[in-house]
């Protein structure tokens, strides 16, 4: 099914939230979806985290489609530049190796990230929130891989 627009896809998911009801509310309903995505992940030997990471750069890539009027003249170009990068990876993906396919990747976490930063009403809260998901990010690595931190 496509959905074309934001409320239509937040309107979808709240019908899918209020099926998955257990709770009088919907934040806890988000809470134990989300939990329980863990607990299948976790069975089926999928990664929770790679899949999130994967919604947010979906995200990212479908918002990067709004209207240029939305933004500010210093992040557009950022924006644009990650649009290009994301479109080269997906018709390239077949050519690229593995190590030009993740600067290509690269390339566009960093314009996403910058735009969302200059976009951000509150930066430093922008900034805390990046900074702990790349801490969550190392940490979960680290443990996966049973790495001590040096």
């Not at 990876?89 to 990747?105: G, K, M, P, Q």
């Amino acid at each position: 099914m496509i959905v074309e627009t934001d409320d239509a896809r937040a309107a979808q998911f709240y019908v899918v939230l209020d099926e998955y009801c257990r709770h009088s509310s919907n934040d806890e309903n988000l809470i134990d979806l989300l939990a329980d995505a863990m607990y299948w992940c976790s069975r089926y030997g999928r990664s929770f985290d790679a899949a999130l990471d994967a919604a947010r750069r979906n995200f990212d890539a479908e918002t990067l489609s709004r209207p240029a009027g939305r933004r500010s003249a210093m992040s557009e170009p950022l924006f644009k530049l990650a649009e290009i990068a994301l479109d080269f990876a997906n018709e390239y993906t077949e050519v690229l190796d593995f190590e030009e396919y993740a600067t290509v990747s690269e390339i566009e976490t960093k314009m996403l990230a910058f735009g969302n930063l200059l976009e951000s009403s509150d930066r430093d809260a922008f900034l805390k929130d990046e900074l702990r998901q790349a801490t969550e990010t190392l940490a979960y690595l680290r443990h996966r891989k049973s790495i001590k931190p040096g």
